[in-house]
């Protein structure tokens, strides 16, 4: 690496998003580190990451299908509240209209936790999982692609605004994340890709 004048990239640290100091009642880890799946749309996994801008903070909330490693749905907003993991479940089942039973699994973070949110996840008849109290490693496959995002996008960039971020974010998971970028556990596929074998 000296020779070529390569270094490796480093992630920076960043401030936790996950409150789980709160009084709604929380499910037990039904996935339990079971990072398999036969057929798409079996599991979701959802979580928080937060991007910084100079205007502040934008918090992404997402849902990955554990088999296609797909981007099923995501939202932004500079405050991590109750609508913005609404929104994101709700783009995930208009874009991919999943048969009932998924999988849903998350951390015990309130937004997941509150009563909306599982509502709308029985609306959707889904069966919630959640994390067991700090184990990042309950909910590691979205915490993997968060660090992709992070390593190929966010770390590299100094966004001016939370619109420009909100671009970039746009471009990455809908362009070249789930259409160009394969993945080794995919027999180096896209999600897209892995999603439409499947079909066929």
């Known amino acids: 690496m000296h020779d070529h004048r390569l270094r490796s990239r480093v992630t920076r640290k960043y401030k936790a998003t996950t409150n789980s100091r709160h009084t709604w009642p929380v499910h037990e880890n039904v996935l339990n580190q079971t990072f398999t799946a ?8 959802a979580d928080i990451p937060d991007i910084p801008t100079e205007e502040g903070w934008l918090y992404l909330a997402s849902l ?6 797909k981007i099923v749905g995501w939202a932004v907003d500079r405050r991590m509240m109750q609508d913005l993991v ?3 479940l709700d783009r995930a089942v208009t874009h991919s209209r999943p048969p009932a039973g998924v999988l849903h699994h998350s951390d015990r973070g309130s937004q997941y936790a509150a009563t909306a949110y599982q509502e709308r996840l029985k609306q959707y008849e889904m069966t919630a999982s ?3 109290k700090g ?7 979205i915490e993997s692609w968060h660090s992709l995002l992070k390593k ?15 671009v970039a974010i746009f471009a990455y998971i809908e362009i ?13 596929q896209t999600p897209t890709e892995a999603e439409a074998a499947y079909q066929a």
């Open 152 to 166: 190929e996008l966010i770390d590299l960039t100094k966004f001016r605004t939370r619109a420009e971020a909100e």
């Open 38 to 45: 036969d057929r798409p749309h079996a599991v979701w996994m």
């Open 135 to 141: 184990n990042c490693y309950d909910n590691a496959m």
């Open 86 to 88: 609404l929104r994101a």
């Open 64 to 69: 990955e299908d554990l088999y296609t490693r």
């Open 176 to 188: 070249f994340y789930n259409r160009q970028r394969v993945h080794s556990a995919l027999d180096y």
């Open 130 to 132: 959640m994390s067991r």
